[in-house]
């Protein structure tokens, strides 16, 4: 069964410092992964997406993950928080037949001035 | 454009009632799906609607169903409401296809059912 595990609950990070989040799926074949972004009260933002090919993605607000088979993960990263960036983070992982995404439980990120 | 459209935003019921949740979705995408949020977790995939029909269904029970009309919009009725069913409800729209593209999601703001 697909499942995905996002270790860290809640990270704090400061302003201009780098972050990585990590995400670890399961998943029998080749997966379609993503990660979403929720700021409080809204609705899930894509920041990536990973289908097949190069496995360093560039997304959205200056974040990127790398897709990495050996260790089934799929870690998102950003060389410098700023302020904005603070939000609930979420891994994702989708069969290749489009009819169900599983979430992880998400990683809060707190960014300190 | 407008992206995918819930209603309402917010609304109250007590234990036993009945909740029917609104969703349009973004222009081009004829796919619905719905997932409930709780505190503090991640959305869970309740089911998924295409051209009128359930295609795929998580762990819910009966109490949860669903409706697609022709213009692609889409209905989460609840029966029997219970506490624990206090969430977030979100719909989210995909596009037309079976490809890759197809399991891009665009997610409204939500529906906050609470449950007394």
């Known amino acids: 069964a697909q499942s995905v595990t996002q270790p860290d609950i809640h990270i704090t990070v400061s302003e201009g410092a780098s972050l990585e989040l990590r995400c670890n799926y399961s998943y029998g074949a080749t997966p379609y992964l993503f990660w979403y972004v929720q700021s409080p009260g809204q609705g899930l933002q894509l920041l990536l997406k990973y289908f097949s090919g190069d496995t360093l993605v560039q997304g959205i607000k200056g974040f990127e993950a790398e897709f990495k088979r050996s260790q089934s993960s799929f870690n998102l990263r950003k060389p410098s928080v700023h302020w904005s960036d603070a939000a609930e983070y979420f891994c994702a992982v989708a069969n290749t037949g489009g009819f169900k995404t599983i979430f992880g439980a998400g990683t809060r990120l707190f960014v300190k001035a | 454009d407008a992206g995918v459209t819930q209603s309402p935003t917010h609304l109250i019921k007590t234990r036993g009632q009945q909740v029917t949740l609104r969703c349009s979705p973004k222009s081009g995408h004829d796919t619905v799906s719905w997932y409930q949020q709780a505190l503090g977790q991640g959305p869970q995939f309740i089911f998924q609607y295409y051209e009128e029909e359930e295609r795929q269904r998580g762990n819910f029970p009966d109490r949860f169903s669903g409706h697609q009309f022709p213009n692609y919009s889409s209905e989460l009725n609840v029966n029997a409401l219970l506490l624990g069913d206090s969430a977030l409800y979100l719909c989210?729209?995909?596009?037309?296809?079976?490809?890759?593209?197809?399991?891009?999601?665009?997610f409204g703001a939500g529906s906050r059912l609470t449950v007394l």
């Open positions: 989210a729209s995909s596009p037309r296809g079976q490809g890759s593209g197809a399991n891009v999601l665009t």
